[in-house]
Structure formats: C-alpha cells, structure tokens
C-alpha cells in the first residue's frame, strides 16, 4: 500500500510562486508509482489534470493553462514529489492532489490513479 501526503499549499496573491510537495510511504516509490501526477480541483468542478512524469523523471507533460508556469519533479530516493508553480493567477485556486499510477502508461483522468493524497488549498488572490 502507498500513502501519500501533500504540503504547501496556501494563501498567496496573483503573481507569487508556491512549491507543493508530496512524500510517499510505504511500498518503493519508483517501482510502485512508474507514472504520478497532480490534479487539482476548485469549487463546483470536476478534478483536473495539471502535470504530470514518468518513473525517471525524463517525460513530463503539463495542461495548457499552466504550461510554462509550473514544473513538476521527482526525487525516487527521497519519495518525494514536488510542484513549483510560478507566476499563479486567481483561477489557480483550488485544492491540489498528488496521485500514483500503479500500471506504466501515460494517463491523464483521475480514474487512471490509483493512489490519492488528501489534497492541499492553495488560494490565490487577485
């Protein structure tokens, strides 16, 4: 089993930048997650693809709304993901979920995941 724990968020003003990170426990990072992404979801929406990198780290993929304004990293030795997110707009605000993927295989629905964090606020005010 995978647990998975997100931290950072907060409450910052359109323009700032905020780092999100995720720590997993229990089984090996890399072997049980080749695929992980973060997904985000405000009020009265549907959860939303952000960002998402293969097992090493050399495939990343980003939604068009954040493209060139969030990086997402890996570190398999310390369990740990990470979201830096520059430049964040008001329509940013939402609450952010790191998700595992068991199975190798780009995805990009919640459905695909099979492993949740509990989510972190991040609000951005204008």
């Known amino acids: 089993q995978v647990h998975l724990v997100e931290s950072g968020g907060g409450l910052v003003q359109a323009g700032d930048s905020l780092r999100l990170s995720c720590a997993a426990s229990?089984?090996?990072?890399?072997?049980?997650?080749?695929?992980m992404g973060w997904f985000r979801q405000a009020p009265g929406k549907e959860r939303e693809f952000v960002a998402v990198?293969?097992?090493?780290?050399?495939?990343?993929q980003y939604a068009d709304p954040v493209k060139g304004r969030f990086t997402i990293s890996r570190d398999n030795a310390k369990n740990t993901m990470h979201l830096q997110m520059n430049t964040l707009k008001p329509e940013d605000t939402a609450v952010y979920f790191c998700?595992?993927?068991?199975?190798?295989?780009?995805?990009?629905?919640?459905?695909?995941?099979?492993?949740w964090g509990q989510g972190t606020q991040v609000t951005v005010s204008s």
């Open positions: 229990g089984r090996i990072f890399g072997d049980a997650m080749p695929w």
């Open positions: 998700a595992g993927r068991r199975y190798d295989g780009l995805r990009y629905v919640p459905i695909d995941y099979d492993y």
């Open positions: 990198i293969s097992r090493n780290g050399d495939y990343t």
